[in-house]
């Protein structure tokens, strides 16, 4: 399968800060990814559609002034949490869209953020 | 509203047992579905996909597509302990430029 690859794996941070988290694609080219949050024995919800090289689109109800997103790359997508609140602490996820295997969606390892 | 339907368990199993996983969806127009496996602190993994009305299998793996009782499973045989997980049913709405929508999981547990 393709590797997606996700850092860092956790983070702990102190209230107001802003927190960088990075996706990498390692062996494919992806125009778009996604960023996914996940509470405590909940599923997976769609935050943003990361775009490579235009704007990303965001969910309703997410801050796009508050999650950051920049696609700068086709390998390369980042969310900032920019002025973290305790509220934010969750686990984020990102995917790959690999094109040329029928549009499957390839994961992170996820990024543990806990905002103290 | 969109939605993706599972039932959030646990399923319980014997070792060597098919478990039998169900998911409904609400969007007709659907057109790709996919079976993802997440174990507890762990970001999904993709088990199957499945595209057009059947059967596919993959190893001990079927997955199982109805459009038009909008309604689509994942049966395991033989299962396995380390089959005891949460498994994630995720659907590509029409017109949702290959965005995904889960389902909240059923959680899985193989008993030896």
């Known amino acids: 399968g393709a590797v997606v690859s996700q850092h860092p794996s956790r983070v702990i941070c102190k209230s107001g800060t802003s927190v960088k988290i990075e996706c990498r694609s390692l062996?494919?080219?992806?125009?778009?990814m996604f960023w996914y949050r996940q509470f405590p024995k909940q599923s997976l919800m769609l935050m943003a559609t990361s775009n490579e090289g235009s704007k990303a689109t965001y969910e309703q109800g997410v801050e796009k002034d508050k999650f950051l997103i920049n696609h700068a790359s086709l390998t390369l997508s980042t969310l900032t949490v920019t002025s973290a609140h305790p509220e934010d602490s969750s686990f984020y996820i990102c995917?790959?869209?690999?094109?040329?295997?029928?549009?499957?969606?390839?994961f992170g390892a996820g990024t543990r953020l806990s905002v103290l | 509203q969109k939605e993706v339907e599972q039932n959030s368990g646990p399923l319980s199993v014997p070792e060597g047992a098919i478990a039998s996983l169900n998911c409904t969806y609400s969007d007709r127009g659907s057109q790709s579905f996919f079976w993802y496996r997440q174990y507890s602190g762990k970001s999904p993994e993709l088990i199957m996909s499945i595209y057009s009305n059947g059967d596919k299998e993959d190893g001990r793996f079927t997955a199982q597509l109805n459009k038009a009782s909008q309604y689509v499973s994942l049966l395991i045989r033989d299962s396995q302990p380390s089959d005891s997980a949460t498994y994630l049913c995720a659907v590509n709405p029409s017109g949702g430029y290959n965005k995904l929508i889960f389902g909240a999981g059923t959680r899985l547990a193989v008993h030896p």
């Open positions: 062996d494919f080219q992806a125009t778009t």
């Open positions: 995917s790959a869209l690999r094109e040329v295997a029928k549009n499957i969606q390839y």
